[in-house]
């Protein structure tokens, strides 16, 4: 039976909704687990996973945990403390000898039987290149070289080889040590603490959006693999919404959006629901996200009104002084 592990909270529903029910349909004949790991879900968010596994006939366990470890650690509105849950599968599944870890801005578009398969004996994990793999300031900034740099929103780990080299303690402890360096939290101290014992996957298990564009020569990826890009492009195995362009705001062109939306629509979330909790859900930095906008607008018309006088004082005292 393929494990498979996603990550969330209340905010990212809208995600995690459709990357469920892509799941489950393409795995009708094959037995899946889905395990959705959070720190806190309301009860009808709970519920909405619930009736879409019911709907299936799959297996679907919510597990809430309470991640003191964690505390302390970088975040921020788009990399929220969820992020880091990947680090703790190993200690909340100790029977586990493999688990398969998704980001939740993921849809299935195929079998993942044949990644599960996947032979990482003496690996760490299996992973795919990121979509700007061989950018060079990003290795400069981590301070690794030598390999590709990879993508952290498909880990097939290996969770013996996890709890043997007691990974989680030092992935926590590259980010506390160096924030400075964590531009993208969890991916770049995986690919730290990880570098030189991964196994590197096709990229069709973690096909990322910037590999849909016209123009190769902006992408910072060798010219070497655009040939093993375009084979995968017609039919990804997983599509990862990588960047910005997410398919629930508007206005996104990627190719995959309507299968987005269909997904979407098999779930009890909506577009609306997403911008409601976006605009309760409370920003890292403190605040409510309509008080600090408040605030914010407050002071933008009181700075504007400083300015005018301030112009209209000058005016009157150079004009007074001829």
Known sequence: MIKIALCTDTYYMMACGPCVVSIFEHHREQPCHIYVITKSLPQVDVEGLEQIAARYGGRLTVKTI?????????VSDRFRESIYYRFLLPDLFP???????????????????????????????????DQEADDITLQNRIGVYGAPYFNSGVLLVNMDYWRKHNVACRLVEFIRE?????????????????HGTVKYLPYGYNFQDLWYTRDYQWIRLHASKFKEVERWKEHPVVVHFAGGGKPWKKDCNHPFTAYYLECLAKTKWTVACYK??????????????????????RFNRLLAVFVIETIAFVVYWFCSMR
């Open 178 to 194: 160096h924030p400075e360096k964590c531009l993208f939290p969890d991916q770049d101290a995986l690919n730290v603490v990880l």
């Open 66 to 74: 309470h991640p003191e470890i964690l505390q302390g650690l970088k």
């Open 276 to 297: 409601k909790v976006r605009e309760e859900c409370t920003p890292l930095y403190g605040g409510s996200s309509k008080t600090s906008h408040k605030y914010i607008r």
């Open 95 to 129: 029977d586990e000898e493999k688990m398969l870890y998704m980001d939740c801005d993921i849809l299935v578009n195929d079998s993942l039987q044949e990644l599960w398969r996947t032979d990482i004996e003496g690996y760490a994990c299996a992973v795919v290149e």
